[in-house]
């Protein structure tokens, strides 16, 4: 009888989530057809300047099953076009990481919608921390926009940290490293040598269920974390 | 306030949600970053110190709620390591109703004993005053038995912090030799950290309308679910609490399976592990009886002997079983060390009163 009820309470929420969803997509649907085409370079560029301030590496963390690649691909040249030059996306199960050529087709088609003219400026490099990409040559010191995207997986979370911490444990075995320096800050190094990416300030977490599924434990130390329903909204201010 | 208030009976709502959302999936373990103490006071034009004091009302009817729900272990989050940068005022302020809320709970000892809750101090307690650190440790020390409820107090605390220890830990046993540098595991690591003796976090809760972390249980929470609650801490309800278990539980079923795909996972990482250090050791082993040959024929030569013997199998349990010894012995070690620093901060001389004099230390 309980467990009925509860189960009913549960229905109403998801329902009252359905119509809250119905509600806020749906004056977005019609307006988004006719900004669509207004979602250019100069106008991200417009928007960019009214921020007070753009963070420098911003989380993009999948927890779902299913997602769009072409959306996250114009999420990431979006956010690009905003400024933010260091961008991680992260799904547990290492999905986008296997299916990177498709991402990377889908970016520089988004590229070429959004950015059009502009789209030469901006240099996007994906690459995963399994296969790092070597240094790419002098002609993108022409470009005036350069961004990497890592893509993440489990292994990039508790397991980076277990790694580190065997790292640390043979330099202090062979004196290379005193156990008194083992201290946030000085590990903070290592973790910055293995991917090169600032901490990131914003975390867009996309899919319904309100947990990390082990993003970046170290980083994380201060990214806000901005659920679904923030993040259409947020994405909204990123468009408009 | 004491820590266990006179119990308000539950109006008959309460009883009624209560019983509803036992009949579903209750988390275990519940943490709580319990912030907006000080934007509360501002906004009823209270002093810091007061907001604090609320707070700490609230943490202990919070307590009461949790358990009449069957959470049995609640961690919070006291102080952190960062506190410290706070003016000089209120740190003092912080300390000293720290002091008097732990007098109090000493005081309160044979209450603790009644509802057998056990106190855990999280954190690296040997920053904070002399004085404190005696109070905190013999909290711990008297309540260390208790079994029906866990309450966790993070103080002087950052999950950074605690990750550099557990790492700390991990190397001086390499280091000494107890553990090698393979035997450094999610799970090892894991039971280094001060929260080692706890479940694992069901769900988060943060409180003020914040959305980060700040340095609070970031290994511990990988796996938790998040509710961000907007509401000052002083003004947490009961109703929030339940809003944030019916959070919990439409998010249940997606967490309960990353987290059995992980433990699957590390099992699968530390069998792969525990193969191929055995066909090392063996290697090592064939290249001191032969003489000549280069490392790496002999790791070929040995692998197919193995496989010819068909004794893999049965050399990896062997390994397996030598390393968990090698484990148990130095987590032994790691755990004896802090107990041991725990019973340093404890009266030389005992007390022999079964009552305290309660009027010296409630002054």
Redesign the interface.
């Known amino acids: 009888m ?2 009925y ?2 189960r009913l ?2 229905y109403v ?2 329902l009252a989530e359905f119509l809250q969803y119905l509600v806020l997509r749906m004056p977005l649907y019609g307006l988004l057809a006719s900004i669509k085409s207004k979602t250019t370079a100069s106008t991200i560029n417009e928007d960019s300047k009214l921020l007070k301030k753009v963070p420098s590496h911003v989380g993009i963390l999948v927890a779902e099953d299913e997602f769009s690649l072409k959306d996250l691909a114009n999420v990431i040249v979006w956010s690009v076009a905003l400024g933010i030059s260091y961008i991680s996306v992260y799904d ?1 199960n290492g999905e986008i990481k296997r299916n990177s050529v498709v991402l990377q087709r889908n970016i520089e088609k988004s590229k070429a919608e959004v950015l059009a003219q502009d789209q030469s400026s901006y240099d996007i490099q994906l690459f995963s921390t399994s296969q790092p990409t070597a240094e790419t040559t002098s002609s993108s010191n022409q470009k005036l926009h350069k961004a990497s995207v890592v893509l993440l997986c ?1 292994e990039d ?3 980076r ?2 790694n ?3 790292h ?3 330099m ?2 062979s004196g290379m490293f005193r ?1 008194e320096d ?3 800050s000085n ?2 190094n290592f973790f910055q040598e293995s991917l090169h990416f600032p901490d990131p300030e914003v975390c867009l977490k996309f899919g ?8 970046l ?2 980083q ?8 679904k329903t923030y993040a259409v909204r947020c994405i909204w201010a990123f468009e408009v | 306030m004491t820590w266990f208030p006179e119990r308000r009976r539950p109006t008959w709502l309460q009883r009624l949600c209560e019983a509803i959302l036992k009949s579903g999936p209750v988390p275990q373990h519940v943490a709580i970053i319990m912030d907006g103490n000080r934007r509360f006071a501002v906004k009823n034009s209270l002093e810091k110190c007061e907001g604090h004091v609320k707070g700490f009302d609230k943490l202990a009817e919070t307590l009461e709620w949790c358990l009449d729900l069957g959470i049995t272990e609640v961690t919070v989050y006291a102080f952190s390591i960062e506190n410290f940068k706070r003016s000089p005022d209120e740190v003092n302020g912080l300390m000293e109703l720290s002091r008097q809320k732990f007098a109090k709970l000493l005081e309160e000892r044979n209450l603790i004993q009644e509802q057998e809750v056990c106190v855990r101090i999280i954190g690296d307690i040997s920053l904070l005053p002399r004085d404190l650190q005696e109070l905190l440790a013999e909290a711990v020390n008297i309540s260390a038995n208790n079994k029906r409820a866990v309450l966790n107090v993070c103080f002087a605390y950052t999950a950074r912090d605690d990750m550099c220890n557990a790492m700390r830990e991990l190397s001086i046993g390499v280091k000494d030799g107890l553990i090698r540098e393979s035997d450094i595991s999610e799970n090892m690591l894991e039971k280094c950290l001060y929260t080692s003796h706890s479940r694992s976090v069901d769900l988060l809760i943060r409180t003020s309308g914040e959305v980060r972390l700040s340095d609070f249980l970031l290994w511990e929470s990988a796996y938790s679910c998040l509710a961000f609650v907007k509401v000052l801490w002083p003004e947490f309800s009961v109703w929030h609490l339940y809003a944030a278990i019916l959070h919990y539980q439409r998010n249940y079923n997606k967490i309960q399976i990353a987290r059995q795909n992980l433990m699957i996972e590390r099992e699968r990482l530390q069998r792969e592990s525990d193969h191929l250090c055995m066909l090392e050791e063996e290697a090592e082993a064939c290249s001191k009886l032969e003489t000549p040959p280069s490392s790496k024929q002999s790791v070929a030569a040995v692998n197919s002997n193995i496989t010819q013997n068909k004794n893999a199998q049965a050399l990896v349990q062997q390994y397996a079983k030598a390393r968990k010894e090698r484990e148990k012995e130095f987590l032994a070690s790691v755990y004896k060390k802090r107990s041991d620093f725990i019973t340093s901060l404890l009266p030389k001389h005992p007390v022999m009163m079964t009552k305290p004099p309660a009027t010296l230390i409630s002054s």
């Not at chain 1, 319904?208 to 993003?215: A, P, S």
């Open positions: 309980k467990a009820f509860l309470v549960h929420i998801a547990i489990i979370g508790h397991h940290i277990v580190i911490a065997r640390i444990s043979h202090v075995t156990q083992i201290v946030p590990v903070d319904n269920t309100d947990c990390l599924f082990g993003y434990p170290w994380i130390r201060l990214t806000e974390i901005i659920g």
